[in-house]
């Protein structure tokens, strides 16, 4: 498997399967001397942990992330980031029932296919347990950037979606309901949507919006790996993402292009920002924003009919404890990989410089 | 700048300005030994180039490609492939008047901010042009492919919309008709639409669907390099591309569990398939489809305030030979970043095989 | 800080301080369903480890492996096998004399110029500790090559050097003495150099030379990245090596090339060897042979000026427990990063099979 | 093929045959606004270039380079730098004799196997004709670093050498003999050397060393990539290499702690340097230099065996145009690649600045 690493400058790699005894990573090309805030790397591991609420999955793991390297006496030294997160309430039993068997629409029968052999007990490496490492380092990312500031929240669940552009949202709020949507009125909705899914033992989809603002302006490689490009790698990189746009997104794509242009005032701002604070793959100083999809969680609490290794259709009961909505629990997921990409982004900037 | 090349093992690298001497690549990882036939290469080039139909623009480029090394006698060698395409229809004179300033969402002020010196003829290096060294690696690619089928068309113009589940589509007829829809009532309202919004000197945005068929099981790396991930980047990194989804994509965020799971046949194949023939990042050998929304040109013929670089705004108007819709020559762009990321994979598939 | 990954596509990432809490790293790109013998793995980092003879450093550290991921049930699942050796012995109180000391010829000074900040506690990331991490990773490397022999053995210690060619050794008796050189009558005359350079307080260099057999042809990729160009990489990233040759090395600089080309045999050997088994960076199916010099350790137990943070020079006294000469404990390393070296290039030529 | 890219940030792709049309490069990741010396990277060509004295190959190529993008009003813009060099004398009916034979010590046989297929004229791929990309894309390094001084020069052909320290030669005088030794008595016996060896239709060895002034304290990235493990590389990928050593090299291995230490001067420079200007990977400030062993070049003109593709030994008479002595054509490459390295170094050490 290749695939673990992401970044080139802020480079993190992460090992870990769901069952297996740890998951951790390494972060590659953070600089020396910025002072870590060890606590509040854990707290963004809090926002993402299972059990934190009603409507996520019960399971009780703490995460806690020691670090092995890289930090001494507060400060970050150059070298390499070492952390692991011990594994510590796997109940691989509950999956005795799938050794065999490929639930419908998981990554079972595809790791199967492909690597022949395969850690069946939660997923293994396919799980979203993987995140928290994304986590760690994403929390490392935003005290990095500091200035720069990362904002990430529900805005639709199901059918249910905030009806305001998000400048009219005030995102402390994101944090004052366990859905992470900043609208009360919205929440409360979608907090009730979700409970009315969980006890049908269903699940349900939903969208994250991120905004970063206090970008500055030319951040982003263009051709190839354009701002935009590696943050939408980033974002469909989560598990159960199945789609991404930026400023306009979609909708752009029924607009004349009269209607589209952002008109400049005299400070090099725009008076619209239907470009998402991108252009030509390079941040133009506006807010960057953007809106991810994901997929309802593939495990229902439900007879479902599955596939077995030896070609028979048998007849599957979902158990164990898992999320109604992955979206509550993904929005610090959102945010960490945002962060990855802009502090990523801001070291390739430096190598730019016509300073010489 | 980084960012100029595209893939791990079949790796594309391209340079050149709109108007320079000439634009081109070099393609790293092609395997020796396959046949390559340069016509059905031109042939892409061609499905690309200006001027090619009344809705795009009327600049005449012929757009030949021509091969420095990696080719010996017809087949490939197994060392890098060195192209160029020499630019040869460049009215540099054009765009004395845009020297100074930025033109509303283009990439003139980001580039200008970031290197603070730039090729401001046609766009230099943030032009589409760029994307004409793409169709030929994508061409390369689709050759190595040989039994995997990529077909990309024209979904949407605006509001005009194909009503068709791809399916009921006959692949067959994208050629066959100058926006390339294969749905021929659609494609003359598309067509219309185009016509009537370039009379206003206005243009418009649209969609495009890309279908993947024959694709083994197993392609896609897990984690950070999803199948899905990979593609989105691909797509995103084509000029003007504001938003990626693939399978159910941003409805599937509305749907249930219970309703988006893709139950199995005994071969495992899938009875639906909104999953987009990816699960957990890798291929289940189902069909992979992706839709790519492109916003209208920027360019209008119209009068626009602009920025110059003294921090004037200043009335410009709009003029050169533009596309009023990006999408009909987007659509061979679209088919060479599908197979130059279904290449790369099937190279690093090879990586992963149990039979040592 | 970047540099701590190796390989293209078998790819060890390392992380770790002398003194910190642990040293470890991940393994990406490991092919499924190879058996692994965990013991054979620990072996190799006993042959690596200190304290193990009267002629290495007595620092007791156990050194023991702890994988945290990628197996699974005792086979490799593709996934990325994360590993820790967790720090026991650290008395990191021996190093408070040069917390503002920059010790001659060592990477005291460089690293805070560089870095601003430092864990000087046992040389930090400089110290040659890292290299367990490697030895793990080239113990996996080994079991996936298999039938692919790598034998490296100390072939000088000062001006003391085996003086036969390697086909004339017996490679089963490597490790037969601690100074890990075949001849056992050299190896009496380099042990008892060591126990007289030892009680001088005095530290002294050597060579390892490395043979690789059974090697298939066509390892190794043309150009920049040439098969001897990734060894002598390898080679000089490890700490204290100053030179590498394959081959007729700087020998060969001083032939005629009528002596110095190696006829062929009809099955395409050759009746010589001086190219040293590879041919144009690729390999031909003839022995790899190549001989890497180490400088003497820099810390000797004398007296010696120094450079402080204050810009004084100041009196050291050497302490603490240090190896007289690097060569015995660097023979495990030295193989280590051999077999990443051909397991990466075993990995990469599948990219080229021309058997689409 | 992998591997025809080197460097990270300052990254050159080469690619072309010998006999193919053109060869060419792309420099991706230069910095824009460098005012660039067309004249002087055409004058580093033309000290590589065939025909340009009595000791070297007495073919004629022009090896005019031509730029197609990349630079603006003299000046880079940042994009990348593509450039083309046409290939003008190619005599390809010299090579027919060889199409189905391998050279003794050439990489005919093992490219033939890699590939299945190759370029037979000239070498191909394998031809050090590539190096002439090399030397374009280290001229415009060169210009980059500006106050950083590489110079390289033959210290010893044969069993002839410059018997004196590199401090005590002046480098002004490299280019005024066409063997490029600074030290005219020996730059004497060296030509004549070669010229006796030509006359025999031998060929001969030798050493290059290379001396790099006024590098900032800090280039280099610890553990893997360490500044002389890419340097080794570098060297190592250019033809006919077999052996790198820095600072003390092989000799350091004879030596002993207390004599090859390098003490510290007040000011951090050190009062003898046999470490190379070079500690754990990391740039000291001090001199960098290095010695790089050339074997004699396989093609000698005279009668030797070869293996041809049927499994037959033949006779063969060797012709065409060859160097007696790779050497002094080298001086240029060797020059070029040290500049690739601390470009790439220069551009990485930005990424660990304190200063965010």
Redesign the interface.
Known sequence: ??????G??F?L?????SH???????I??C????KLDLEAIQEELNRRKPGQSKIVTQRKEPDTV?????I?EG?T??????F?IHNTNQKSKDYTHIKDV?R????D???D???????YRGG???SAR?TASRVVAGAIAKQ?L?TIKINAFTS?V??IFIDKPYQDLDFSKIESNVIRCPDEATAEKMISKIEE?KKQG??????ITCVIQNVP??L???????L???L???M??I?AV?????????C?????????????????T?KTN???G???????GMDIYFRV????????I?K????NSA???VEMQGKGRHDPCVVPRAVPIVEAMAALVIADNM????????E?
Chains 1, 2, 3, 4 share one sequence.
Request: aromatic fraction near 12%; proline fraction near 3%.
């Open positions: 498997m290749a695939g673990n690493s992401f080139k400058l480079k790699t992460t090992y870990g399967e297996g005894k740890a998951i951790g990573g390494i590659d090309g600089p020396s001397g910025i020691e670090f092995y390297s890289g001494f400060f030294t150059g070298t390499p980031i070492g692991v490929y419908p629409s998981h990554a029968y595809t790791y296919k492909k690597y022949g052999v395969r850690d293994g490496r396919s993987e990095m500091s639709s199901g059918e899914i269903d699940t349900i989809g939903g969208t302006v030319g982003g490689e263009p051709v190839f790996d354009k935009h490009a590696e939408g790698k980033a469909l990189s598990n199945k789609g991404f746009e930026y400023g306009s997104g979609f752009g794509a029924k607009m004349k292009g009269s209607e589209h242009n952002d008109l400049f005032n005299i400070n090099g725009t239907l470009s998402g991108i252009q030509g793959g390079i941040s133009n999809a994901f997929k309802p969680v593939a495990t229902v439900q479902q009919d599955a596939l070609g028979e259709i070291l390739l900037r430096r190598q730019e410089s016509r010489w």
